[in-house]
């Protein structure tokens, strides 16, 4: 039986290497890599892992950024390992997910392995992730941008538009660009709607940022957005997006 890969995120050093000593003990198990929430997900894209052990707090990407960069359905087996938190904690129990509360003990610890390699053998999807996320925010607050070296993470608020780029899209952020490998109708889905519009098959536009409205011929317009960019909003999608303006929901 090959062994399982996991991997461990967590911002404390020593944390990590608590975890990882734990696994270490299990001859099942081969401890993949452990890193902080920053490199997690290019960490998992890279090695696919079987098991994640998550921490939940962390200050710049913290575990559920992590699974929302990556994607409910493409996540491994999780545990979340969490220090008092009462939301967390209650949302965990409601939707039946297993969780670590710092500090734990071996038998506490050995408990959660054993139900995580059970459901990674089983190789079934677990829909409690996805419930759990969208309960949490059902809309995407901070996007995750691979970079050379590191992963970015761009505040949705701060995009002033997004381009389509083939399979990919490209967020424009104060004058910068960051390719990002979701589609334009991903972002659509997942970003905030009242905050953020489709104004044509290849742009989405943060409302905040539109400041006139050009019209052009056969009922397109052009969008003028703060920081002087002009975006084309076309005839099939201008009444949703001006009623985006009237019916209060702004």
């Known amino acids: 039986m090959r062994k399982l890969r996991a991997i461990v995120v967590d911002d404390e050093p020593l944390a990590r290497d608590t975890v990882r000593l734990l696994l270490e003990r299990d001859p099942e198990i081969e401890v993949a890599a452990e890193c902080s929430g920053v490199d997690a997900v290019a960490a998992i894209q890279r090695l696919s892992p079987d098991l994640l052990f998550l921490d939940v707090q962390m200050p710049e990407v913290d575990g559920f950024d992590v699974l929302e960069a990556v994607g409910a359905g493409r996540v491994p087996a999780i545990v979340f390992v969490t220090a008092y938190d009462e939301y967390a904690l209650r949302a965990f129990d409601v939707h039946a997910i297993d969780y670590l509360l710092k500090p734990f ?130 005839r099939t999608h201008r009444e949703p997006f001006e009623r985006l303006f009237t019916t209060g929901r702004r």
């Open 105 to 234: 003990d071996d038998a506490r610890f050995g408990l959660a392995l054993s139900r995580a390699k059970e459901r990674a053998r089983s190789g079934r999807q677990d829909g409690k992730i996805a419930a759990l996320l969208h309960e949490r925010a059902p809309y995407q607050r901070r996007l995750l941008v691979p970079a050379r070296d590191r992963i970015l993470v761009v505040d949705a608020d701060d995009v002033d538009w997004i381009e389509a780029s083939d399979y990919y899209s490209t967020l424009h952020v104060g004058g910068r660009t960051h390719l990002l490998r979701q589609t334009l109708a991903d972002l659509e889905r997942r970003l905030d709607p009242a905050r953020f519009a489709r104004v044509h098959r290849s742009a989405i536009v943060n409302l905040e940022r539109v400041r006139e409205i050009h019209p052009l011929l056969r009922g397109d317009c052009a969008l003028l957005l703060a920081d002087g960019t002009r975006v084309r909003l076309s």
